[in-house]
């Protein structure tokens, strides 16, 4: 009950056009969920993330939003740009005894064409 | 303010060998997380250190073991090296310990193992 299914895999838009990309998952005990960007061959970095209490949380051209009940989140990227570009992860948190760990989704790579 | 630093930076190694990674966290963090991340994969947690004992354990054999030390830096080992091994090792630094523990894991930069 921790996977965390994430669509689509692949995503190519046209800058300036929006991007969404959705998670579902399973574990209704699940409180935290966080956006991560990739880049080819550096980190993972985080770009947005969402508590179970808010249903929506926006940071300039990024947004997420949640729905609890339903047990989805789903990234908005608006006004893509060229630098938008890489594999974007959905992840959402388990606590387990008091430790803490991020299960991911599958990825989505994300493609802007100019 | 000194971001998760790893070493090394790529790793290559020989089928039964082994390999010990190394993780600085984030300056006033204490936990450490270790994750392997295949090709094309999203990272899979292997465990988390905090109060230099390991506190949660995902789907990895017991070739993988690790350690925290007193300054929170953290190494992870593998032992009898397997071709299915070769990934991006990352760790992820945390703070647990309240009243400032936070939600956030930020990554560092990874290892590359490659198992020959």
């Known amino acids: 009950g921790e996977n965390v299914e994430q669509h689509p895999s692949t995503l190519s838009v046209q800058e300036g056009d929006s991007a969404v990309i959705k998670c579902t998952y399973s574990d209704s005990a699940s409180n935290y969920f966080p956006w991560y960007k990739q880049e080819l061959g550096k980190r993972p970095q985080l770009i947005i993330d969402i508590r179970s209490n808010v249903g929506e949380k926006k940071d300039q051209r990024i947004a997420v939003t949640l729905n609890k009940t339903a047990k989805h989140f789903s990234l908005h990227i608006t006004e893509t740009q060229p630098e938008d570009s890489a594999v974007y992860f959905c992840a959402l948190r388990r606590i387990i005894q008091g430790a803490q760990k991020l299960v991911f989704g599958q990825g989505t790579r994300l493609t802007i064409n100019p | 303010d000194a971001g998760v630093t790893q070493s090394p930076t790529h790793l290559i190694k020989t089928r039964g060998q082994q390999v010990t990674l190394r993780c600085s966290p984030k300056s006033g963090h204490d936990t450490v997380s270790w994750y392997q991340q295949a090709l094309g994969q999203g990272p899979q947690f292997i465990f988390q250190?905090?109060?230099?004992?390991?506190?949660q354990r995902g789907n990895f054999p017991d070739r993988f073991s690790g350690h925290q030390f007193p300054n929170y830096s953290s190494e992870l080992n593998v032992n009898a090296l397997l071709l299915g091994d070769s990934a991006l090792y990352l760790c992820?630094?945390?703070?647990?310990?309240?009243?400032?523990?936070?939600?956030?894991?930020?990554f560092g930069p990874g290892t590359r193992l490659t198992v020959l």
């Open positions: 992820a630094s945390s703070l647990l310990s309240a009243p400032l523990s936070t939600d956030t894991q930020y």
């Open positions: 250190y905090y109060e230099e004992e390991e506190r």
